[in-house]
Nanobody, 120 residues
Framework: VQLQASGGGLVQAGGSLRLSCAASGNFYGINAMGWYRQAPGEQRELVASITSGSTSNYSDSVKGRFTISRDNAKNTVYLQMNSLKPEDTAVYYC???????????????WGQGTQVTVSS
């Protein structure tokens, strides 16, 4: 299973970016998907997650500014980031709970990370 994240970049404060993360490989199904971020010297933190039924959850710091969505047919999760702030600067990682076979347990897989830099 591979998770390929894309869409990061440099943006001014108040701007927007859209991250994408596509899962590929040989697997049975995907449960929850999510986005985490890690700033220099900080621990990795949850930004947003979404279940297979599209129930979403957000950290308080991004509520009202970020929107997570997914396309189950494409095994892809998105993160629309609006009103970006310098404190949003971090490496953003996607993850997914993946079932390899019909009755196997879910395992957690991570993407490679994409840098988001917000200038003031």
């Amino acid at each position: 299973v591979q998770l390929q994240a894309s869409g990061g970049g440099l943006v001014q404060a108040g701007g927007s970016l859209r991250l994408s993360c596509a899962a590929s490989g040989n697997f049975y199904g995907i449960n929850a998907m999510g986005w985490y971020r890690q700033a220099p010297g900080e621990q990795r933190e949850l930004v947003a997650s979404i279940t297979s039924g599209s129930t979403s959850n957000y950290s308080d710091s991004v509520k009202g500014r970020f929107t997570i969505s997914r396309d189950n047919a494409k095994n892809t999760v998105y993160l629309q980031m609006n009103s970006l702030k310098p404190e949003d600067t971090a490496v953003y990682y996607c993850n997914a709970e993946v079932r390899l076979r019909r009755y196997s347990p879910y395992g957690t897989y991570w993407g490679q990370g994409t840098q988001v830099t917000v200038s003031s």
